[in-house]
């Protein structure tokens, strides 16, 4: 599944404060599922869709299986959910 990691670390280095919804928002990108990564200053925002070619060093396209982070900020409830959205990881 495409999951898109928003390191706010870098995002505040930049110079850029935003909430990091409302950059997704911003940018058009829509998205399944948001967990907060607090600690590492930081978001997942799962089954991402109509992401730009091109972003901000401090957003990083992946491809995870959402089963693997099941403990890790996903709920088994949650993990469930993404995978039955039909997505191969």
Same mark, same amino acid.
């Given at each position: 599944m495409k999951v &898109? =990691?928003? /390191?706010?670390?870098?995002? /505040? &280095? #930049?110079g850029d404060t935003r909430? #990091?919804?409302q950059v997704m928002r911003e940018m058009g990108i829509n998205y399944k599922k948001a967990v907060s990564q607090s600690i590492n200053d930081s978001w997942h925002? %799962?089954? +991402?869709?109509? +992401?730009?070619?091109? &972003?901000? =060093? %401090?957003? $990083?396209? +992946?491809? %995870?299986?959402?089963?693997e982070f099941v403990g890790w900020g996903l709920s088994q409830?949650? #993990?469930d959910?993404?995978? #039955? $959205?039909?997505?191969k990881p």
């Open positions: &898109l =990691k928003f /390191c706010m670390y870098g995002q /505040c &280095l #930049a909430h #990091a919804q925002f %799962w089954g +991402v869709e109509n +992401v730009p070619e091109e &972003l901000p =060093k %401090w957003m $990083q396209l +992946v491809e %995870w299986d959402p089963q409830e949650g #993990a959910f993404l995978t #039955a $959205q039909g997505e």
